[in-house]
């Protein structure tokens, strides 16, 4: 029912910034969760970081904790990600998500998210 629409990647040097972000469109924005994920080639996509769309909690993956954050802009319905510190193993594509969620918000499995951006590919030159 949410649509996703990603933007902001690039190519940045080691070291360096980017934000990605994510706007959703639709008439249920606030039941939903927000993530990002990344998928390397042959790999199960990855829950990077998550917030309630209703709240501020939020998720962290040890592999991006203190490097990544997560906001939202509510009134515009988008989700940010701000990456800092990149390594070249953040070279990867990057897809933002939404998940309805009742009592329990955070779910790492992807297949409990409903929808999907298109994927931003985010490059990191060492």
């Known amino acids: 029912q949410v649509q996703l629409v990603e933007s902001g990647g690039g190519l940045v040097q080691a070291g360096g910034s980017l934000r990605l972000s994510c706007a959703a469109s639709?008439?249920?924005?606030?039941?939903?969760?927000m993530g990002w994920f990344r998928q390397a080639p042959g790999k199960e996509r990855e829950l990077l970081v998550a917030?309630?769309?209703?709240?501020?909690?939020?998720y962290y993956a040890d592999s991006v904790k203190g490097r990544f954050t997560i906001s939202r802009e509510n009134a515009a319905n988008t989700v940010y990600l701000q990456m800092n510190s990149l390594k070249p193993e953040d070279t990867t594509v990057y897809y933002c998500a939404a998940r309805k969620y009742g009592s329990s918000w955070l779910d790492t499995n992807p297949n409990a998210w409903d929808a999907w951006g298109q994927g931003t590919l985010v490059t990191v030159s060492s």
């Open positions: 917030i309630n769309w209703n709240g501020g909690s939020a």
């Open positions: 639709g008439r249920t924005f606030s039941m939903y969760a």
